[in-house]
């Protein structure tokens, strides 16, 4: 963040204005390790016996080394030398800073730290997913009601249907989203996940795809060698998973079905859905269980967010960018994302420039999240309107 950004950030919640730009952030991440008491707490005492004998398993192999251990925001290290795991600590560095309505808790380490379940025993794997949940909703969400947190669930050990029952239950109003892996042993649009989205639809929940990091099957085929390598193929990922809900007819089944691809880029969006339809027209006589064009569902059931912001070699581009998804019918579904602590942390002034036109600002910083995710915008918060006197 540069001198001129925390200039814009010490102002963003002063003055009397009533026509602000609401802000919500729809990835924001809490980074306890399993054996962090917020965490521990909500373990068996099995577990953390096992955990403490153990530990957490392998990787599996080919880890590519980070910067840093946490890939983490120098600043957002606390007093004790930890990173995403004091709530006060992130709600004075991002959330007041910049006057923030809601911040929407992403916490993939679940699978990460899992390796979807295949480096441990299935029932630690299935306890360390129930206590981050039970964590983010007792340690962050009630330290302050601007925290909703995600419902991380296990994608291929069964019973993630029965997780997001317990936290709707037992945590209510704490959470906002269920959050999976986009990586894993079968496609996404198999049968054998529909449960998870049969009770998202039921809850009327969105469900989230964060990318998993050094966690299980970044991409395709195995592990890579250099975290450059991984930070570039982000968006790999959703190249699979959208034409495998689409095709395996996971809307048609799940008509209320909204999902979230988030850190998983958007300017690919809508080169692909022509690429979808292209497809799709050739091959009707094999995809008659579909109602509509693929272009059509992704419009109608995907919202993306904004970090890492797409950077054209020539900064002139960046304007056809954005108008390119917007006239395509996408101008509702792009969501500001911090990605805080990590180290490419995005200002709302970076994500969503102020000579962006104001009702795209508008729309991009909070009205799109606020709509999805039914979070209302606090009334005289957010940025300074450049239309506001």
């Given amino acids: 963040m540069t001198i001129t950004e925390l200039d814009k950030a010490e102002t963003a919640g002063a003055g009397t204005a009533k026509n602000r730009l609401g802000v919500i952030d729809v990835d924001f991440h809490p980074m306890p390790i399993p054996s962090d008491p917020q965490v ?47 709530p006060a600590l992130a709600i004075e560095q991002v959330v007041d800073l ?9 916490c993939p380490q679940t699978y990460i730290i899992t390796s979807g379940g295949v480096n441990m025993p299935h ?8 206590a981050y949940n039970d964590a983010l909703a007792t340690t962050w ?27 709707m239950t037992e945590h209510p109003g704490s959470f906002v989203q269920v959050l999976m892996s986009p990586s894993g042993a079968d496609p996404i649009g198999r049968r054998r996940y529909w449960p998870i989205f049969e009770a998202c639809e039921a809850y009327d929940i969105p469900l989230g795809f964060h990318v998993p ?7 395709g085929a195995g592990k890579q060698s250099f975290y450059g390598e991984m930070h570039a193929a982000f968006s790999v990922l959703p190249l699979s ?13 799940f008509p209320k079905l909204k999902i979230a691809a988030l850190e998983l880029g958007w300017d690919w969006v809508v080169p692909f859905s022509w ?34 912001l797409e950077e054209p070699e020539k900064p002139e581009m960046t304007e056809g960018v954005f108008r390119m998804f917007e006239e395509a019918g ?21 994500s969503v420039p102020e000579h962006f036109p104001e009702d795209r600002r508008r729309r991009i910083l909070g009205e799109n999240a606020s709509k999805l995710y039914r979070l209302p915008l606090k009334p005289g918060h957010g940025l300074p309107s450049p239309t506001d006197v």
């Fill in 141 to 167: 969400c009630g330290h302050d009601e601007r925290f909703r947190a995600s419902i991380t669930v296990a994608r291929d050990i069964p019973g993630g249907e029965r997780e997001i029952e317990r936290c």
């Fill in 241 to 253: 998973m959208v034409p495998s809900l689409i095709f395996e007819g996971v809307f048609d089944r």
């Fill in 40 to 86: 521990a707490e909500h373990l068996p005492q099995r577990w953390r016996d096992h955990i403490a004998r153990y530990g957490l398993g392998s990787f599996g192999g080919g880890v590519s080394p980070a910067q840093r251990e946490f890939t983490h925001r120098l600043d957002a290290v606390d007093v004790n030398g930890r990173v995403g795991v004091d």
């Fill in 123 to 130: 029932e630690l794997a299935t306890a360390l997913y129930r």
């Fill in 213 to 219: 990091g050094m966690g299980r099957q970044p991409t």
């Fill in 275 to 308: 690429r979808l339809d292209a497809v799709y027209d050739k091959h009707r006589e094999d995809l008659p269980h579909l109602s509509r064009k693929p272009s059509e569902y992704l419009r109608e059931h995907f919202w993306f967010s904004t970090q890492p």
């Fill in 330 to 350: 996408f101008a509702d579904r792009l969501m500001f994302s911090s990605d805080y602590p990590h180290w490419d942390f995005d200002s709302p002034y970076e």
């Fill in 98 to 106: 910049y006057d923030m309505s809601a911040v929407v808790l992403t």
